[in-house]
């Protein structure tokens, strides 16, 4: 979850300054790539893993109560 976070921080100042200075590419997306892979594409298997770690997270409290009770 916290990987996700920051990860959304750092690659989300990226791609909104691409965008910000209109240096995109043909097909929309920011020209900043990793590895070959743009930083849009990176942002959205960011999102998607702070939204998996919320799942674990809130999955393991929901866990523990219910051995709490038994």
């Known amino acids: 979850m ?3 976070s920051f990860g959304a921080i750092a690659v989300g100042s990226i791609v ?5 200075n209109n240096s995109l590419t043909p097909q929309g997306y920011p020209e ?3 590895l070959g892979i743009s930083a849009f594409s ?3 298997g ?3 893993t702070s939204i998996l ?3 674990v997270f809130f ?3 929901f866990m523990d ?3 709490k009770k038994v």
């Open 32 to 34: 900043t790539q990793f």
């Open 53 to 55: 770690g919320l799942f």
């Open 2 to 4: 916290t990987v996700g």
């Open 16 to 20: 909104i300054n691409d965008v910000v």
């Open 65 to 67: 109560s219910k051995k």
């Open 59 to 61: 999955g393991g409290l």
């Open 42 to 44: 990176y942002e959205y």
């Open 46 to 48: 960011i999102v998607f």
